[in-house]
T-cell receptor, first 113, second 114 residues
Framework: GESVGLHLPTLSVQEGDNSIINCAYS??????FIWYKQESGKGPQFIID?????DKRQGQRVTVLLNKTVKHLSLQIAATQPGDSAVYFC????????????FGSGTQLTVLP | KAGVTQTPRYLIKTRGQQVTLSCSPI?????VSWYQQTPGQGLQFLFE???????NKGNFPGRFSGRQFSNSRSEMNVSTLELGDSALYLC?????????????FGEGSRLTVL
């Protein structure tokens, strides 16, 4: 039979604009969250993480916001560049689950010249 | 510093065969996790090893197994392959056993089952 793939949300932004990628997580007990970037043919690459006792964390050109009330995570990329084009995944983990990450379905970010 | 190395990168098998995939973590890392990535299910946790012990296992049938050696290298095995096992198998290593901290992924082993 026909296989049905995940329909990735897509986001297209102009080079130089800011990007916001959203993620809803599932487990209210999750206390550690990570954003990964995956380029075609490569494994996921760590971008930034945040613990549940924080609501915002900034890195180089990236900011992660966490809203535990509505179980929502977002990744903001400032001054988006062509090299930012990739699939972005959020992942959640909770204490006691060792390193068992639960990944979201991903968002395809395309940076337009 | 070398990253996570997975071998083979690509392989083709037929239904009913078995396959073994290998993962060499970053030097000094003792935690190794395995994930399956498919278009239909996304990234799914298979299992995690720390100091040669399986600490956690995902919701996969017993055909999927793994082990870790004393040098932290890990292998995973899939027996009696099915078409649905076609996927990218990703290995990730971590310095610590805690639930937090960066996971470093390899580039994966792409398995095609015919």
């Amino acid at each position: 039979g026909e296989s049905v793939g995940l329909h990735l949300p897509t986001l297209s932004v102009q080079e130089g604009d800011n990007s916001i990628i959203n993620c809803a997580y599932s487990n209210s007990a999750s206390d550690y969250f990570i954003w990964y970037k995956q380029e075609s043919g490569k494994g996921p690459q760590f971008i930034i993480d945040i613990r549940s006792n924080m609501d915002k964390r900034q890195g180089q050109r990236v900011t992660v916001l966490l809203n535990k009330t509505v179980k929502h995570l977002s990744l903001q990329i400032a001054a988006t560049q062509p090299g930012d084009s990739a699939v972005y995944f959020c992942a959640e983990n909770y204490s006691g689950s060792a390193r068992q990450l639960t990944f979201g379905s991903g968002t395809q970010l395309t940076v337009l010249p | 510093k070398a990253g996570v190395t997975q071998t083979p990168r690509y392989l083709i098998k037929t239904r009913g065969q078995q396959v073994t995939l290998s993962c060499s973590p970053i030097s000094g890392h003792r935690s190794v996790s395995w994930y399956q990535q498919t278009p239909g299910q996304g990234l799914q946790f298979l299992f995690e090893y720390f100091s040669e012990t399986q600490r956690n296992k995902g919701n996969f049938p017993g055909r999927f197994s793994g082990r870790q050696f004393s040098n932290s290298r890990s292998e995973m095995n899939v027996s009696t392959l099915e078409l649905g096992d076609s996927a990218l198998y990703l290995c990730a290593s971590s310095l610590t056993e805690s639930e937090a901290g960066e996971l470093f992924f390899g580039e994966g082993s792409r398995l095609t089952v015919l």
